[in-house]
């Protein structure tokens, strides 16, 4: 079953048209027809049964039919990741979004070794990979900040588990033993690690759990889905 994300109010009998990008996709790739059946999702009205009304040379036409799911919320998780290479980046959202994040911070540090992404294209695969896995919502994809700025600017009440490989750390797991729910983040850092200011810095920040990923030295992506895949199990909906 083909689902879409669309911006549209979601209705019993409301007709609207897709953008070019997904009415190509469904005239084009997916050759749907007139009265084909698909599942529509906005973040805010749930999952819809829809058909497709029209297939034009410009657009596709949708019509609501009735509710398939109501909307739900997943853990409240943010992923601070430091910018990577754009191939590493685009991997780490894609599973971000399959993984339940609500938000997504990509961070400037001092030892970042990329200093541009397209975050409408990151924007793009969120909204591709939680199309296809199901959830109601698709992440938000934020734009760059500098680490420093991000912690100045720190969400009251939203703990921290900054991945630290600098030694010294508890194992995630333990580390997240008998941690309180509520709002929280993942801290992964770049491919050169965080520099020793910045590691004293946030190993000082009372909201912060250092923990480690294990004994071997791991690339950004893999970090960011082994982190986010531990405290999914111990802490958020893997549990349900």
């Known amino acids: 079953m083909i689902r879409l994300f669309v911006t549209h109010d979601l209705a019993a009998g409301r007709e609207f048209s897709l953008d070019e990008g ?3 996709y469904l005239a084009a ?5 007139a009265g084909d059946e ?29 509710p398939a799911r109501p909307q739900g919320e997943g853990p409240d998780l ?7 290479k754009r191939g590493a980046l685009e991997t780490i959202v894609e599973k971000a979004a399959e993984l339940g994040v609500r938000r997504i911070r ?10 541009h992404i397209r975050t409408d294209r990151l924007r793009a695969i969120a909204m591709e990979a939680s199309e296809q896995t199901g959830r109601l919502d698709v992440p938000q994809v934020l734009e760059p900040v500098k680490l420093d700025a991000l912690v100045a600017g720190w969400e009251e009440g939203r703990r921290l588990l900054f991945c630290d490989e600098g030694g010294e750390a508890r ?13 929280w983040a993942v801290l992964v850092g770049p491919e050169g690690g965080f520099s020793p200011r910045e590691r004293g810095m946030l190993r000082a920040l009372p909201y912060a759990t250092p923990a480690t990923l294990g004994p071997r030295i791991l690339r950004a992506d893999t970090a960011a889905i082994t982190a986010l895949a531990l405290w999914q199990a111990k802490l958020g909906d893997w549990r349900s």
Do not use: C, Y
């Open 171 to 183: 194992p995630v797991l333990e580390a997240l033993e008998g941690a309180g729910e509520g709002p």
């Open 29 to 33: 790739v997916m050759r749907a027809k």
């Open 78 to 84: 943010d992923l601070v990741v430091a910018l990577v």
């Open 38 to 66: 698909l599942r529509v999702f906005n973040g805010r009205d749930g999952e819809w049964r829809a058909l497709v009304a029209a297939v034009g040379k410009r657009a596709v036409a949708l019509q609501v039919i009735d």
């Open 22 to 24: 997904q009415s190509h």
């Open 106 to 115: 990509p961070v400037v540090t001092e030892r970042t070794n990329a200093d």
